[in-house]
């Protein structure tokens, strides 16, 4: 979607290390997510922002930091990547309340070696 | 909290034919109530959603969905599917009690007979 970019799309790392990946949106909206897609898992919430600097955990957020310094930039960090984190993270914005749904980034595949 | 269910985790349809996807949700209030579509290697794109009003709602390609509460379901029809619309399909909640957070459900892999 033209409005949300994530960065980068591929990656691979090895265990141990720190990973950084950006989602970056244009349309200034409040709320931004982080979520994780697994096989049979669906996708699962790790961080979310309704703000910047105003962030809070989801339900698979051990291992994962997030920081929001720009309304436009949502950040999550791997402090120190493991093989379980190996997955597609989808980065999502919303303008408002529960009802007006997600817009999806293309997402970022990570392979942790 | 709030979960959802798609039960089927695969279905394979002929072309032409028609689609029902189950989606079935656990939530006290009023929910929120979404589909969305994943073609591979894409990210999710908006297919319709139900907050209120006509419990029958439209969406784009042709899909719609019917909320019955009774039954805690959400489940997206389609009355003749095209091999386009082979792809994974996913089922969320949402409500303003839990916060502006969806939930999903673990997915729907349809495959298209020709």
């Known amino acids: 979607d033209a409005g949300i970019t994530q960065s980068p799309r591929h990656k691979v790392t090895e265990t141990g290390t720190p990973v950084t990946l950006r989602c970056h949106q244009t349309?200034?909206?409040?709320?931004m997510y982080w979520y994780r897609q697994d096989p049979g898992h669906g996708l699962r919430l790790i961080h979310y922002?309704?703000?910047?600097?105003?962030?809070d955990k989801g339900e698979v957020s051990d291992g994962y930091s997030v920081s929001r310094s720009k309304t436009e930039d949502f950040l999550l960090t791997l402090e120190s990547a493991t093989s379980s984190q190996t997955s597609v993270y989808f980065c999502a914005i919303s303008e408002g309340t529960a009802n007006y749904g997600y817009t999806f980034g293309s997402g970022t595949r990570l392979t942790v070696v | 909290a709030q979960s959802v269910t798609q039960p089927d985790i695969h279905i394979t349809v002929s072309e032409g034919a028609s689609l029902e996807l189950r989606c079935n949700y656990s939530y006290g209030a009023t929910p929120y109530l979404f589909w969305y579509v994943q073609s591979p290697g894409q990210g999710l794109q908006l297919l319709l959603k139900?907050?209120?009003?006509?419990?029958l709602v439209q969406g784009i390609k042709g899909f719609e969905a019917e909320f019955k509460r009774s039954q805690s379901s959400f489940n997206l029809r389609k009355p003749s599917v095209h091999w386009s619309d082979a792809a994974e399909y996913f089922c969320a909640v949402g409500s303003l009690e839990y916060g502006n957070k969806l939930v999903f459900g673990a997915g729907t892999i349809l495959r298209v007979k020709s």
């Open positions: 922002s309704y703000g910047v600097k105003d962030t």
């Open positions: 139900y907050f209120s009003g006509d419990t």
């Open positions: 349309e200034n909206h409040r709320y």
